[in-house]
Every structure is written in C-alpha cells, then in structure tokens.
C-alpha cells in the first residue's frame, strides 16, 4: 500500500508556471506507475499525464502536450508535475495516482488502472 500526498498548488496569473509534488509514502515507490488526473467545478476528472515505474515512458493529454511535464524521482519517492504557460482552463483539484497492474501499458489514462489516490491540490488560473 502506497499513501500519497499532494502540494504545490495555488493561484496563479495566465501564462504562469507551478510545480505540483506528490510525496509517496513507504519503500516501493518505484514499483508504481504514476499519473495525474485533473477536476474541475461540474466536470468529470480528466487524465492528464503518467508516467512508467522506471520514468522511461511517459504520457500527457493532448491539451497539456507541450506545456506539461511528468516526472519522478524514485530516491525521494517523489512524483512531480512542471506546468508551464497555464490557461485558465487549466484550474482543477489535481490528484495523483498510483497503481501496479501489468495492464497499465494498455491504458495510462484509465483511472481504472490506479489504486491509491492522493487528496488532491487546487490550482487556480485567473486570466
């Protein structure tokens, strides 16, 4: 079992950058594939990136593509999230995930494929 803790969040200006961390708990970080999923008031979560146990294959929606980066260091048991050029479409509770099952090459951007959520972090856009 893995718990995991979110920060970085906060209000930012269009145009703007933040760092979102998510701290995990425990020795086995590195046997998890990562990914961020995003919610906005009255919407459903969306995905928005992921990332393999190893670091070597990532993934990101295409409206984060080119703006949004996943990575992870698995010495600090820590993923993160560099968001650049942030819209204020962008403004969602951001949430990480963690899951372990052999099927998450097939489908990263299924929640199905995560089973340890954080509490989530607000980020705020204004325009």
């Known amino acids: 079992q893995v718990q995991l803790v979110e920060s970085g969040g906060g209000l930012v200006q269009a145009g703007g950058s933040l760092r979102l961390s998510c701290a995990a708990s425990g020795r086995t970080f590195s046997s998890y594939n990562m990914g961020w999923f995003r919610q906005a008031p009255g919407k459903e979560r969306d995905f928005v990136a992921a990332?393999?146990?190893?670091?070597?294959?990532?993934y990101h929606a295409d409206s984060v593509k080119g703006r949004f980066t996943i990575s992870r260091d698995n010495a600090k048991n820590t993923l993160y999230l560099q968001m650049n050029s942030l819209k204020p479409e962008d403004t969602a509770v951001y949430r990480c995930?963690?899951?372990?099952?052999?099927?998450?090459?097939?489908?990263?951007?299924?929640?199905?494929?995560?089973?340890?959520w954080g509490q989530g972090t607000q980020v705020t856009v204004s325009s």
């Open positions: 995930a963690a899951g372990r099952r052999t099927s998450w090459f097939l489908g990263p951007r299924s929640e199905s494929e995560y089973d340890y």
């Open positions: 990332i393999s146990l190893s670091g070597y294959m990532t």
